[in-house]
């Protein structure tokens, strides 16, 4: 009990769990009540930020809550809230260096739903990538660095529920509240490494793909698992109970994989390609506890499938007409660079695929004289020099 006494530091050291109380915060959610968040953005050259969406209970994403600490404060946004005009908020935080743990996915919903793009960024999961960290995730540094606990229950949160609970909006402060110290305890190891040239080209990246968002739905979009062994009965019935299910997402308001999983639609598709009547296909199918209220409307789609021709579907995406073929030598030269690869990752203590991943090993092989416009500047000065690339014609 003597170590409830200790300061934090010591009770870290002693592997004893420090409770944190939550900072407090303000919850603007009322036409108008931006302003003390705007006042003190103007005060600042950086903020920290997080998001949260409701990705997991609604058919479309939506962001339901924006967390900002902005000089010492936290500032709960909601998003949802009527008559909340957000348009100034993001004009002010376009000139501000921002703080993110995995930005990824908040920059694209970021720029798909409200065209923001960051000028600038410290990304503390990219910095705990590039120093080797073997757990990577928020909550992970965090019980790490200051043996606080976050909330599981919070990351499965319905967060477009309203009222927000007082649970949740601790949860989404601390989300926020230790991401300045955090990138100061990072910044000095990635110092100490010589990594920081290399951390702020990762950043830079992720600002870039940011601005290309997510990618757009197509008509081939149906096309899951290897449904390219299908050839008769079984694409025409993938293709018609893959629409059932988007179409009873949507009407639901509810994400696809909650109607039904791709298992089951891929189970649905072999029957029908082995020749399947719609009692095979459709026997021993369940759906939960909307069994009885969908079910008739996936039969129809089943009965739908049987009867098309599948020559009238959709054409299946032709090469890419810049996909050349990698040739025997191109093949072995690929993984002469991959052993390279591997080996220096290792020497570094990093994940491999952070200097290239497959697809840029392909490129390399292909165009070695490119590295520079396939990769990082950081990663193509690890790679160049290495023998594989070294005795290329090109150099």
Known sequence: MISRFLPSRFRRLLGVKVITRPPAYHLLDQPGSLAPLLAALDKVGEV??????DNMYHYGTRICLLQFLVGGKVFLVDVLAPGLKLDPLWKSLAKKHLIMHGSDFDLRLLHDHCRFSPHSLFDTMLAAQLLGRARIGLASLLDQHFSVALDKDGQRANWSRRPLTPKLLNYASLDVWHLPALRDILQRELVNLGRVKWFEQQCSAQIKSGFE????????????????????????VLHAVWHWREAQAQRLDTPPFKVCGNAILLKMAEA?????????????????????????????????GLARDPKTLPRRPGRDPNYVSLTHAEIELQERIRTDRDRIAKELAIEATLIANRSQLAQIALCPEKIGEILLPWQADLLRNEPSLKTTAWL
């Open 48 to 53: 920290a930020l997080d998001t949260e969406a």
């Open 213 to 236: 968002g997510f990618a757009p739905a197509t008509e081939n979009d149906w096309r899951i698992g290897r449904s390219e062994r299908f050839r008769h009965a079984g694409l025409t």
């Open 272 to 304: 029908a390609e082995a020749g399947g009547s719609e009692a095979a296909i459709l026997g021993g199918i369940h759906l939960g506890k909307r069994q009885d209220r969908i079910f008739p409307s996936l039969a129809a789609a089943v009965r739908a």
